[in-house]
């Protein structure tokens, strides 16, 4: 046998095989009929189960290669075009943004630079943090690679000065509900603005995304938990102190005693600012899922 037409023969066995075994495992059928019939011939103006298809494309990708998350708006039209443009707002605003916020940090808070760059706050929080850090990298001498935002303007542009008004939609669930009522029942019965609930819900929403996303926000940039390792424990084990180790033990049950942290030897304490924000970041929030 011809090496050549051995590797082939491979290769077509086992493509055959494989297409075999996920077809049967969807029609929940013996695995060598279906590689039988496949093997034997192809389909009236089909093709055989070797032979190259064309790469499934994803779905969230259309015809002419867009993305459509881009494209596709699940709002019923309250948000407005061209949502890259909150994303690629200009150096000089993020730096103004930056200085008005130092220089009156009561009037320029997180909302009102929000509101006044029309983005939401969750990228008012992003770009002061990216800034402070920035600013402390060049003052202790680290190398910030400023290079980068030339090419990045080359590449994409000036950007923005300001964003389009993004917000927060929150996505309300509505389905038919059909009670009998008579005229009377009708006229004191008071039917819900769609609008408004909707309204209420997305601040709510919002509100409670913020205030994840600043926790979140600053812990991993170091203005919070300072004494707490952000390094796994598999890639670099801690030294075990001369003292040994400290645990902070969190009592289950409903009528459990509040977290405490025992000590190396037998007595106990009350958690400090950093150990209990280690014990709300691995407690789970109770709510539900935003989307």
């Given at each position: 046998?011809?090496?050549?037409?051995?590797?082939?023969?491979?290769?077509?066995?086992?493509?055959?095989?494989?297409?075999?075994?996920?077809?049967?495992?969807?029609?929940?059928?013996?695995?060598?009929?279906?590689?039988?019939?496949?093997?034997?011939?192809?389909?009236?103006?089909?093709?055989?189960?070797?032979?190259?298809?064309?790469?499934?494309?994803?779905?969230?990708?259309?015809?002419?290669?867009?993305?459509?998350?881009?494209?596709?708006?699940?709002?019923?039209?309250?948000?407005?075009?061209?949502?890259?443009?909150?994303?690629?707002?200009?150096?000089?605003?993020?730096?103004?943004?930056?200085?008005?916020?130092?220089?009156?940090?009561?009037?320029?808070?997180?909302?009102?630079?929000?509101?006044?760059?029309?983005?939401?706050?969750?990228?008012?929080?992003?770009?002061?943090?990216?800034?402070?850090?920035?600013?402390?990298?060049?003052?202790?001498?680290?190398?910030?690679?400023?290079?980068?935002?030339?090419?990045?303007?080359?590449?994409?542009?000036?950007?923005?000065?300001?964003?389009?008004?993004?917000?927060?939609?929150?996505?309300?669930?509505?389905y038919p509900k059909y009670e009998l009522l008579t005229p009377e029942e009708a006229e004191k019965t008071k039917v819900p603005n769609i609008e408004e609930?909707?309204?209420?819900?997305?601040?709510?929403?919002?509100?409670?995304?913020?205030?994840?996303?600043?926790?979140?926000?600053?812990?991993?940039?170091?203005?919070?938990?300072?004494?707490?390792?952000?390094?796994?424990?598999?890639?670099?084990?801690?030294?075990?102190?001369?003292?040994?180790?400290?645990?902070?033990?969190?009592?289950?049950?409903?009528?459990?005693?509040?977290?405490?942290?025992?000590?190396?030897?037998?007595?106990?304490?009350?958690?400090?600012?950093?150990?209990?924000?280690?014990?709300?970041?691995?407690?789970?929030?109770?709510?539900?899922?935003?989307?």
């Amino acid at each position: 046998v011809n090496p050549n037409e051995a590797d082939e023969l491979w290769k077509v066995t086992t493509m055959a095989a494989t297409d075999a075994l996920w077809r049967a495992f969807r029609a929940r059928r013996s695995a060598w009929t279906v590689f039988a019939r496949g093997m034997a011939a192809a389909p009236r103006g089909g093709r055989r189960m070797w032979e190259e298809r064309e790469p499934p494309r994803p779905k969230e990708v259309g015809k002419d290669g867009v993305h459509l998350a881009h494209h596709t708006d699940l709002t019923g039209g309250k948000l407005p075009p061209n949502q890259e443009q909150n994303a690629r707002l200009s150096d000089e605003a993020k730096e103004a943004m930056t200085q008005m916020h130092e220089d009156d940090p009561e009037k320029w808070n997180v909302a009102a630079l929000a509101e006044h760059f029309a983005i939401r706050r969750e990228r008012v929080l992003a770009i002061l943090a990216l800034n402070r850090l920035e600013k402390e990298a060049i003052e202790q001498g680290k190398p910030h690679f400023p290079e980068l935002r030339e090419l990045a303007r080359k590449a994409y542009g000036p950007g923005y000065p300001k964003g389009n008004g993004e917000k927060h939609i929150a996505l309300v669930r509505t389905y038919p509900k059909y009670e009998l009522l008579t005229p009377e029942e009708a006229e004191k019965t008071k039917v819900p603005n769609i609008e408004e609930v909707i309204g209420k819900k997305s601040k709510e929403e919002e509100d409670l995304l913020v205030e994840e996303f600043k926790e979140r926000l600053d812990f991993n940039t170091g203005l919070t938990g300072k004494t707490i390792s952000r390094e796994p424990r598999f890639v670099r084990a801690p030294k075990r102190p001369d003292e040994g180790w400290s645990f902070v033990v969190k009592p289950l049950g409903k009528n459990a005693p509040p977290p405490y942290v025992g000590m190396p030897d037998g007595s106990q304490r009350e958690p400090t600012e950093d150990e209990e924000l280690y014990i709300k970041q691995n407690t789970p929030k109770a709510r539900k899922r935003i989307e």
